[in-house]
């Protein structure tokens, strides 16, 4: 379906959740619905129809069909049954961007257990309190990855480890080797009736306090992600369509994973650590035309220049990106080396993706679009009241039955605390709308620095820094200061042929003096060889900030 031409008002106006599905699901999916069934099975009918083009360490790419992935599917459902396992189950997983990755989550849905992605990123204490938390009787796990449980061999009393393995080597006393296992079961399974209402995954989230929360995505979350995958990501038959986004966090698993599928699209899974010639030469092979990944990576590959994209010349139909805030400087960069512009996309893990520069919207570079179809968003101060235009307020979203994730493991009163008035949750984000009713990140709620009276977002400072030629990276943050309560300073990482020293940090400052405002200016700046973030690449502001406290401590002692 060609959306360019889509009337954007009309659209959301007239867009309800019953008339999408009934559209996309040609069975009675209220009484029955199970993810794997919508993403997988009922595209297996043409044997040749490819589920995942499968990029390997060596760049050289495994093509697994609709087909062949039901089986797969069937196989691994089946020896989770034979494990012992019952419906309502965890079954967590420690896993690269690998086929055996997909097989274990479709398999587990399956089987109507419950998926708890762990990310490769994580240490041992990160890995053991989700395995507490969830109650998980599984992990699935590789070869490289299975050290790091060595420390942790309380935790795993009672929880039978399957390893993708490469040797025998990397198997301990007790593992079960997940290919052995899998040639060892039925390729036929048959699905227990779950609906959409079952638990599907449990999604380990962080907030400003307290230790990571146990987000609840029922099997219906799939739904949630569909209007966003099908109207904005804007992925269409003819697409090869690549996300580059890991599924062990739900923009990887459903938004650029699941939900495409579902739509009986067809996924990119890259194995290689990401560097940008390999992007390159990927897209090149594949003849990649959609992509969308974290902002992360498109400043990755601005900072590799100009020579490589000009060597390679992708030829691109559309480019979205998701996970942080999009500098408009990335925005305008792919613009004239590709001829299309990078949309920026805005999205929580509780709720859905929730806005979007749709393709029937003109880009608005700094904006993040508008409301994606099926969500209502409002600006809103702390007491509930809605914003007016161009006032900043909290980023927030009207309840309905398509929420993605429906409470808290154990703690739903967390849960009915987030939200303001008792129908809007509260994301914690901070942003504006213009005239128009596009949107504008401004940053986290902590992440907003008050000087001197002025409300200052750090995401538009470290854009106006972005397009400086020196600057790959940056953070700003609000430090402690007597006089004006904070002061803007920006943490940076150099380009490459760029040294550190007084002159380019005071030339930054008067950079941004003059493009931006004499008030929003950074009054420091730190050169840093790298920026602290999280395991799926935002940037850690906060312990730029925790940093900064402690450095004044220090010197008040």
């Given at each position: 379906?060609?959306?360019?031409?889509?009337?954007?008002?009309?659209?959301?106006?007239?867009?309800?959740?019953?008339?999408?599905?009934?559209?996309?699901?040609?069975?009675?999916?209220?009484?029955?619905?199970?993810?794997?069934?919508?993403?997988?099975?009922?595209?297996?009918?043409?044997?040749?129809?490819?589920?995942?083009?499968?990029?390997?360490?060596?760049?050289?790419?495994?093509?697994?069909?609709?087909?062949?992935?039901?089986?797969?599917?069937?196989?691994?459902?089946?020896?989770?049954?034979?494990?012992?396992?019952?419906?309502?189950?965890?079954?967590?997983?420690?896993?690269?961007?690998?086929?055996?990755?997909?097989?274990?989550?479709?398999?587990?849905?399956?089987?109507?257990?419950?998926?708890?992605?762990?990310?490769?990123?994580?240490?041992?204490?990160?890995?053991?309190?989700?395995?507490?938390?969830?109650?998980?009787?599984?992990?699935?796990?590789?070869?490289?990855?299975?050290?790091?449980?060595?420390?942790?061999?309380?935790?795993?009393?009672?929880?039978?480890?399957?390893?993708?393995?490469?040797?025998?080597?990397?198997?301990?006393?007790?593992?079960?080797?997940?290919?052995?296992?899998?040639?060892?079961?039925?390729?036929?399974?048959?699905?227990?009736?779950?609906?959409?209402?079952?638990?599907?995954?449990?999604?380990?989230?962080?907030?400003?306090?307290?230790?990571?929360?146990?987000?609840?995505?029922?099997?219906?979350?799939?739904?949630?992600?569909?209007?966003?995958?099908?109207?904005?990501?804007?992925?269409?038959?003819?697409?090869?369509?690549?996300?580059?986004?890991?599924?062990?966090?739900?923009?990887?698993?459903?938004s650029a994973g699941s939900a495409v599928m579902a739509l009986g699209r067809s996924l990119v899974v890259y194995e290689p650590r990401f560097e940008p010639e390999?992007?390159?030469?990927?897209?090149?092979?594949?003849?990649?035309?959609?992509?969308?990944?974290?902002?992360?990576?498109?400043?990755?590959?601005?900072?590799?220049?100009?020579?490589?994209?000009?060597?390679?010349?992708?030829?691109?139909?559309?480019?979205?990106?998701?996970?942080?805030?999009?500098?408009?400087?990335?925005?305008?960069?792919?613009?004239?080396h590709f001829g299309v512009p990078v949309r920026d996309m805005y999205g929580i893990t509780e709720v859905s993706m929730l806005i979007a520069n749709n393709p029937?919207?003109?880009?608005?570079?700094?904006?993040?679009?508008?409301?994606?179809?099926?969500?209502?968003?409002?600006?809103?101060?702390?007491?509930?009241?809605?914003?007016?235009?161009?006032?900043?307020?909290?980023?927030?979203?009207?309840?309905?039955?398509?929420?993605?994730?429906?409470?808290?493991?154990?703690?739903?009163?967390?849960?009915?605390?987030?939200?303001?008035?008792?129908?809007?949750?509260?994301?914690?984000?901070?942003?504006?709308?213009?005239?128009?009713?596009?949107?504008?990140?401004?940053?986290?709620?902590?992440?907003?620095?008050?000087?001197?009276?002025?409300?200052?977002?750090?995401?538009?400072?470290?854009?106006?820094?972005?397009?400086?030629?020196?600057?790959?990276?940056?953070?700003?943050?609000?430090?402690?200061?007597?006089?004006?309560?904070?002061?803007?300073?920006?943490?940076?990482?150099?380009?490459?042929?760029?040294?550190?020293?007084?002159?380019?940090?005071?030339?930054?400052?008067?950079?941004?003096?003059?493009?931006?405002?004499?008030?929003?200016?950074?009054?420091?700046?730190?050169?840093?060889?790298?920026?602290?973030?999280?395991?799926?690449?935002?940037?850690?502001?906060?312990?730029?900030?925790?940093?900064?406290?402690?450095?004044?401590?220090?010197?008040?002692?």
């Amino acid at each position: 379906m060609d959306t360019s031409g889509l009337d954007y008002e009309a659209l959301r106006c007239g867009f309800t959740w019953d008339e999408f599905c009934d559209t996309h699901f040609d069975w009675d999916w209220r009484q029955r619905f199970n993810i794997t069934y919508a993403a997988v099975d009922r595209h297996a009918a043409d044997p040749k129809k490819v589920a995942l083009f499968c990029v390997r360490e060596g760049f050289g790419v495994e093509k697994i069909t609709f087909r062949e992935l039901r089986a797969f599917s069937n196989k691994f459902a089946n020896v989770l049954q034979g494990l012992g396992l019952r419906r309502g189950d965890r079954v967590a997983r420690l896993l690269p961007r690998i086929p055996e990755t997909y097989i274990t989550f479709f398999g587990t849905w399956k089987a109507g257990m419950v998926d708890v992605p762990l990310y490769t990123a994580f240490g041992p204490d990160a890995i053991e309190y989700r395995l507490r938390d969830s109650g998980a009787k599984v992990l699935v796990t590789d070869g490289e990855n299975r050290p790091r449980l060595d420390s942790i061999k309380d935790a795993l009393q009672g929880v039978k480890i399957l390893v993708v393995a490469k040797e025998k080597q990397e198997l301990r006393p007790g593992d079960l080797d997940f290919w052995r296992e899998m040639e060892k079961a039925n390729d036929e399974f048959s699905t227990p009736d779950t609906g959409l209402h079952d638990l599907a995954v449990l999604v380990y989230t962080s907030g400003t306090t307290g230790p990571p929360k146990g987000t609840i995505i029922l099997q219906k979350g799939i739904i949630s992600v569909m209007p966003y995958a099908k109207f904005c990501l804007d992925v269409r038959e003819e697409d090869m369509f690549w996300g580059f986004a890991d599924p062990a966090w739900t923009y990887g698993l459903f938004s650029a994973g699941s939900a495409v599928m579902a739509l009986g699209r067809s996924l990119v899974v890259y194995e290689p650590r990401f560097e940008p010639e390999g992007w390159y030469r990927t897209v090149k092979k594949l003849g990649v035309t959609n992509f969308t990944a974290a902002p992360t990576a498109f400043r990755a590959i601005m900072a590799a220049g100009e020579d490589l994209a000009r060597s390679y010349r992708p030829a691109f139909r559309y480019l979205a990106s998701a996970g942080e805030p999009l500098n408009p400087e990335v925005v305008h960069w792919f613009q004239r080396h590709f001829g299309v512009p990078v949309r920026d996309m805005y999205g929580i893990t509780e709720v859905s993706m929730l806005i979007a520069n749709n393709p029937w919207l003109p880009v608005r570079p700094g904006s993040c679009g508008k409301p994606v179809p099926g969500f209502e968003v409002s600006i809103r101060d702390e007491q509930g009241r809605e914003c007016g235009t161009r006032e900043v307020g909290l980023i927030c979203a009207r309840h309905n039955p398509f929420f993605l994730s429906d409470g808290y493991l154990g703690k739903q009163e967390k849960w009915r605390e987030a939200f303001l008035l008792g129908e809007w949750f509260n994301t914690g984000d901070m942003a504006y709308k213009d005239e128009d009713g596009y949107y504008y990140f401004v940053g986290r709620n902590d992440d907003v620095i008050s000087s001197a009276g002025y409300r200052i977002g750090p995401f538009e400072v470290e854009s106006c820094l972005m397009e400086h030629p020196a600057v790959a990276e940056c953070a700003v943050i609000g430090k402690p200061d007597a006089l004006r309560g904070e002061i803007v300073k920006a943490f940076v990482v150099l380009r490459a042929g760029y040294q550190p020293s007084d002159e380019l940090s005071s030339e930054l400052t008067q950079f941004v003096r003059a493009r931006l405002s004499k008030h929003s200016y950074p009054r420091e700046v730190e050169f840093l060889p790298e920026l602290p973030k999280t395991s799926t690449g935002k940037i850690q502001r906060r312990n730029l900030r925790e940093l900064e406290v402690a450095r004044l401590k220090d010197q008040s002692l």
